[in-house]
């Protein structure tokens, strides 16, 4: 099998050329069809996630090198392994999305079903080997969903872009009536919250998005307006649109700037959520919390329920489509180096 793997932190995957492995006890071998290159396997590349003032999430431990990245896997059952069974509704030939976010499955945290949060993770593309590959090995069916008849290439971004994304906006709970959505943030997940937003709080959203060029996509997703956020006049045109301020807002960007940016334009009562992974820091006022009786809320990635519903709203023709961008697999670095320097619109797909 071929795959493409961090063996230095920091620089251009490498390409190795290896046996392929066969399943043993539950294990299922996947055949990659199809693999999203995701913002934060920048992160995992470089080894950190950074929190701002000099402070870090240390990856290299957890990863352990070299480790094969791509978390967004859909693909081809090729190999079962000898304690997969019949009723675990798999077999050669079936074509699976794959659920990355694969816990311990022996703590209180997997149990009540958020293997996703799972304090000893083993998440495939960052704990264990992923998609930038030919073949990936799956720990157990239970993981592998159907997506026909959903095209391979919007599947596997689903596992990712598409579950943070609806975990994201399930958390804000029912909009009344001309409540306003703040997204912010049109990359790949983003896209993926505007295209959700519809459907799942029967509102078009208002994006604030710094790139120009990402402008159209974002209204073909379902953006009911875009506009630069650190334009003058922007926050003060958002607040009087939005009657005082929006009943919610989704940073799928994670910096100081978007976190400050959503916090000030909720309303009171209002509730922030808080998705992206680009790193920084932000002032808090407490008072301001109070006072505003606003809150903050974290969401990482989603659990394999919310991806089996999110399966079911795409399988069912009611989720506009992700732009995406196919490219090969020995095009791994370039695309990771691509999504860095923001030349991505939507997804880059690689292909094996």
């Not at 990245?69 to 050669?92: M, R, S, W, Y």
């Not at 519809?198 to 078009?204: D, H, N, P, S, Y």
């Not at 998705?275 to 505003?292: D, E, R």
């Not at 991505?344 to 797909?349: D, E, L, P, S």
């Amino acid at each position: 099998m071929l795959s493409y793997q961090v063996e230095t932190f920091g620089r251009p995957l490498a390409r190795v050329l290896r046996e392929t492995p066969q399943p043993q006890g539950t294990e299922v071998l996947v055949q990659v069809g199809h693999c999203g290159v995701c913002h934060s396997d920048l992160h995992l590349q470089d080894g950190y996630f950074d929190l701002g003032g000099g402070n870090r999430i240390d990856m290299t431990r957890p990863m352990g090198l070299p480790r094969t990245l791509g978390h967004e896997i859909a693909g081809t059952v090729v190999a079962l392994g000898p304690g997969v069974t019949a009723t675990d509704g798999v077999q050669v030939g079936d074509r699976r999305v794959v659920f990355p976010w694969i816990g311990c499955g022996e703590c209180s945290t997997c149990a009540r079903g958020d293997e996703h949060l799972c304090g000893a993770p083993r998440a495939l593309g960052a704990n264990r080997d992923g998609g930038y590959a030919t073949h990936v090995m799956v720990p157990h069916p239970r993981v592998l969903l159907e997506y026909d008849p959903v095209p391979e290439a919007q599947a596997c971004t689903l596992a990712c872009s598409g579950l943070t994304a609806y975990s994201a906006l399930r958390k804000i709970g029912p909009l009344a009536a001309g409540d306003a959505l703040l997204v912010i943030g049109a990359g790949g997940v983003g896209l993926s919250g505007i295209r959700l937003a519809k459907q799942l709080l029967g509102v078009a959203p208002v994006v604030a998005e710094l790139d120009r060029a990402k402008w159209d996509v974002a209204r073909e997703a379902g953006a009911a307006e875009v506009f630069d956020p650190t334009a003058e006049g922007a926050a003060r045109a958002l607040m009087k649109s939005s009657g005082g301020g929006v009943a919610a807002a989704v940073d799928f960007v994670g910096a100081g700037a978007t976190f400050g940016f959503g916090l000030a334009a909720l309303r009171k009562g209002g509730r922030l959520v808080c998705v992206g992974l680009f790193g920084g820091n932000a002032p808090v006022m407490p008072a301001i919390l109070s006072m505003k009786a606003v809150s903050i809320v974290g969401s990482y990635v989603g659990s394999l329920v919310e991806l089996r519903e999110l399966l079911a709203i795409a399988r069912a023709g009611r989720l506009p489509a992700m732009p995406v961008a196919a490219r090969p697999l020995d095009e791994a670095s370039q695309a990771l180096d691509d999504l860095r320097a923001g030349r991505i619109k939507g997804r880059a797909v690689l292909r094996p």
